[in-house]
């Protein structure tokens, strides 16, 4: 029986593993979110200095895994088995929940995933050995320490209010000293901010970062807690004196130092304390193998009171191991990509196209802000409005918008960094339950705020975004609870079958999670290919337009010959995916609509007859969308109601006049993609052919209701399958006569 206890340790191990790359995938974005989004300094040397962090902080914690061992439940009170029953739910749990977080690009806390992952599996085994030993409920608390849960959800709620407020304030007062002019402002107040934002992020190392750290001992801990003001002091007025020479001596932008120690210092942080999150399971794991193998009882029998020891440490070499890990994660994770991207797009102080959807709650808040930003500006004098309007006024742009633009600028990337780091200490030594993740998002998001990024016209869509993280934070307590709750009872009742069963299901997810977040990425490349801001002539847009018009034209030709086939097989899961695919089309068309406003600011000031005529492009190929959607959704829905299948000729009628579109659409993809407009007059010549065609076929269905059997959804179905590709066509042959025209005028 202790082999299986092995291949378990050596399952915890590769899971670890696993772990360790989505929980990184997950809370990069804690560090990586300021100096990202303000560009400070190039993204190589941003992810050196936070690779150099992690390492740093996973090499010198200090290994202590009690939270894991015995933070949660209580050792002695559940066997080896049930404990290695414990560990594995909650690894298994903590893949699929980080994983399902990093798929959907929000972030969350490691830390309350862990926990309530903790709780939920020993709950579960309370429960079971409560239920079979005749015992009572009143004894679950002997099990189970729930202090730390309790604390979780405390966290979260003061994390958000405490943050969110403290970063808009010292953003509304740093854009007050500084405004976005801030290169000037510099040289008179920036040493005195620079000394504020590194002692602050100093002494954030030293009370959070070193926290259980193995080269500080507990005495020496001691004494730095006990004399923060002094070392708050003297760290103040080395750090004011070290700006001011890197200011007025070396011209270093003292903004970039600020951001590049931030952003090591809460990489070191989170790879000192969150560590446990990932491997403080399995290393918990392998110490109660330590404790139970040699004793010679049985697994079932054997209790873990030496899992509470408080001196067991994890081995240097877990350490090493897990901090490679974690640094190679970092530049390698595409889905710790994609959760960044949320934390810079919510913060961003510019236009752009929006990740989330506005809610009943958003608009609310934004209706009520609007309403007290009224009120405030009907108190205050006008002047002093003029004044306070004229220290928000941005930088003007160029006129051409780039796609390397920062997504905020370094005043406001250093004081993210400053706050979050003062709240995490302050909360630390105040033996506050302050979350790092909660901190750093929430700060953020009051920092933009404050800067007046949440505008009128993206303000109803951050919120939304806002509301969903948190949102989220709460579900990660919810279902880390129940998930390894049922996981854990799944083990224990099912014993090896259900260890090799969930860890085949597990490998399963994970790999259709992989393939679908590669998809999403082609699809979102595909999408950002057509976010061209760089146009600038005639030439240009008609080249750019061109490659759009025919993506749209082989995209239409593939969606619609598939309609007809599924609708003549009464498919209905593939009619679903065709609805799909027709939405992708849509969103592809509205991204470039979306686009319009840069595309026309871009074009040199000779070109607004281009800008009038790739207007009037994006409406016919709009025209084109709506006319595919219409036939995909009857269709789906006539085969979705079980209404009477087409009839045979209605199928052959419709297939004949699908090879003619096929022809034809086939023929403008190649001309369009090649840029060989001479085909144009030729295809214009025989519009008429495929018009005629549906014009015959519509006579043809009114003939045969009058002769023949026909029901009347069928027949509903059939002309407006019939009239919406007659308007499909009519669309194309607009675009082809604009496009025409449009290129003899060119050549002129």
């Known amino acids: 029986m202790e082999q299986i206890y092995v291949i378990m340790l050596i399952a915890l191990g590769v899971l670890a593993i696993i772990d360790l790359v989505v929980g990184v995938s997950n809370d990069a974005v804690n560090f990586l979110n300021s100096a990202i989004g303000s560009k400070a300094v190039s993204f190589k040397t941003t992810m050196i200095v936070a690779s150099a962090g992690v390492l740093v902080g996973a090499l010198f914690s200090s290994g202590m895994m009690e939270i894991a061992r015995s933070g949660i439940f209580v050792p002695h009170m559940f066997s080896f088995n049930d404990v290695m029953c414990i560990f594995l739910a909650v690894m298994i749990a903590d893949i699929f929940l980080l994983d399902v977080f990093n798929s959907l690009g929000l972030p969350t806390s490691t830390t309350v995933s862990i926990i309530f992952e903790l709780l939920g599996a020993a709950v579960c085994l309370a429960l079971y050995k409560i239920y079979t030993t005749d015992g009572t409920l009143d004894s679950l608390g002997t099990y189970i320490n729930t202090k730390k849960a309790s604390e979780i959800v405390y966290s979260i709620l003061l994390s958000v209010v405490v943050s969110f407020s403290i970063g808009a304030l010292v953003q509304y007062v740093s854009r007050l000293i500084f405004t976005f002019h801030y290169v000037k402002k510099l040289k008179y107040f920036g040493a005195i901010f620079g000394g504020v934002a590194i002692t602050a992020i100093t002494f954030f190392i030293l009370i959070k970062g070193l926290k259980g750290v193995s080269f500080i001992s507990k005495d020496q801990y001691e004494w730095i807690t006990h004399h923060q003001l002094l070392i708050l002091g003297i760290n103040f007025v080395f750090f004011l004196l070290l700006s001011q020479l890197l200011i007025s001596v070396l011209k270093i932008n003292i903004l970039k130092v600020i951001i590049l120690v931030g952003t090591f210092a809460l990489a070191l942080a989170f790879a000192g304390n969150d560590l446990v999150n990932f491997i403080g399971v399995p290393i918990a794991a392998f110490n109660s193998y330590e404790i139970f193998s040699g004793s010679g009882i049985s697994g079932d029998a054997f209790m873990m009171g030496g899992l509470a020891d408080d001196s067991i440490v994890a081995p240097f070499y877990f350490l090493l191991f897990a901090g490679i890990v974690m640094v190679v994660t970092l530049w390698t994770s595409k889905k710790a990509k994609s959760v960044i991207e949320t934390g810079v797009n919510l913060s961003r102080q510019g236009e752009g196209v929006e990740k989330f959807s506005p809610n009943i709650a958003s608009r609310g808040i934004v209706r009520f802000g609007v309403i007290i930003g009224e009120g405030v500006n009907y108190i205050l004098p006008k002047k002093l409005q003029i004044k306070i ?94 998930l390894s709750f049922f996981l854990a009872y799944i083990l224990k009742v099912g014993e090896v079958f259900a260890f090799v069963g969930l860890l085949l299901l597990l490998g399963i997810m994970l790999y259709r999670s992989a393939r679908k977040h590669k998809q999403k990425l082609i699809a979102e490349d595909e999408i950002k290919s057509l976010r061209r801001e760089d146009i600038a002539n005639v030439n240009e847009m008609i080249s750019e337009s061109s490659a759009q018009i025919s993506k749209v ?37 509205d991204e470039l609509k979306s686009n319009v406003f840069y595309f026309i600011k871009n074009l040199d000031d000779n070109s607004v007859e281009a800008s009038k005529f790739y207007i009037l492009i994006l409406g016919y190929l709009q025209d084109m969308v709506q006319s595919i959607d219409f036939i995909t959704a009857n269709s789906y829905s006539h085969v979705n109601n079980n209404h009477k299948q087409l009839k045979f000729n209605q199928i052959r009628d419709l297939k004949t006049i699908d090879v003619q579109l096929q022809n034809l659409l086939q023929l403008l993809e190649d001309s369009f993609k090649t840029e060989d407009f001479n085909k144009i007059d030729l295809i214009l010549d025989d519009k008429q052919v495929v018009l005629d065609t549906v014009s015959e076929l519509i006579s043809k269905q009114i003939r045969r209701i009058r002769t023949t059997e026909t029901s009347p959804k069928n027949t509903k179905l059939y002309f407006s399958l019939l009239i919406e590709t007659n308007d499909l066509v009519k669309s194309i042959m607009n675009l082809l006569e604009l496009f025409k025209e449009f290129n003899k005028l060119n050549k002129k």
């Open 389 to 482: 309007d004229s220290r928000f006024k941005s930088v003007e742009k160029a006129s051409k918008r780039s796609a390397d633009e920062p997504a905020f600028d370094m005043v406001r990337a250093s004081v993210n960094l400053m706050v979050a780091s003062i709240l995490i200490s302050i909360g630390t030594s105040m033996q506050l339950p302050l979350s790092t993740t909660y901190v750093t998002f929430m700060v953020a998001m009051g920092s933009s705020l404050a800067d007046r990024a949440w505008d009128r016209e993206s303000a109803v869509y951050r919120i939304a975004g806002v509301f969903k993280v948190i949102g989220g934070w709460f579900f990660t307590a919810i279902v880390a609870f129940l």
């Open 553 to 589: 034209f082989r995209k239409t030709s593939a969606l619609y010959s598939n309609l007809i086939d599924n609708l003549s097989l009464q498919d209905l899961a593939k009619l679903k995916e065709n609805k799909k695919d027709q939405k992708k089309l849509e969103k592809e068309i």
